[in-house]
């Protein structure tokens, strides 16, 4: 069982910069793959970035590529998303979660967090 709590989202102006974080509980948080999804309001939950339980490899949405960077501290049992050139369509209620599987599909994840909202500004 992993429990997940997601934190530093908030309202931002377009071009600047967010860092969310995801803490997690349990022992087993360096053996998951770790993603980031986000939903805005009458979309569908989509895909953001992931990082595998090294940190070793990361994948990304053509969306936030170059823009967005995952990363993880398994001796904190913490999951980063920093968030840089942020733009009005970033704005979505941010997810992190914890799979085995397919990095970028949702229903691989068997563990999610509660959200933290990011609204940018135009």
């Known amino acids: 069982q992993v429990q997940l709590v997601e934190s530093g989202g908030g309202l931002v102006q377009a071009g600047g910069s967010l860092r969310l974080s995801c803490a997690a509980s349990?022992?087993?948080?360096?053996?998951?793959?770790m993603g980031w999804f986000r939903q805005a309001p009458g979309k569908e939950r989509e895909f953001v970035a992931a990082?595998?339980?090294?940190?070793?490899?990361?994948y990304y949405a053509d969306s936030v590529k170059g823009r967005f960077t995952i990363s993880r501290d398994n001796t904190k049992n913490t999951l980063y998303l920093q968030m840089n050139s942020l733009k009005p369509e970033d704005t979505a209620v941010y997810y992190c979660?914890?799979?085995?599987?397919?990095?970028?599909?949702?229903?691989?994840?068997?563990?999610w967090g509660q959200g933290t909202q990011v609204t940018v500004s135009s």
């Open positions: 979660a914890a799979g085995r599987k397919f990095p970028k599909v949702a229903s691989s994840y068997d563990y």
């Open positions: 349990g022992r087993t948080f360096s053996s998951y793959l």
């Open positions: 990082i595998n339980w090294s940190g070793g490899s990361t």
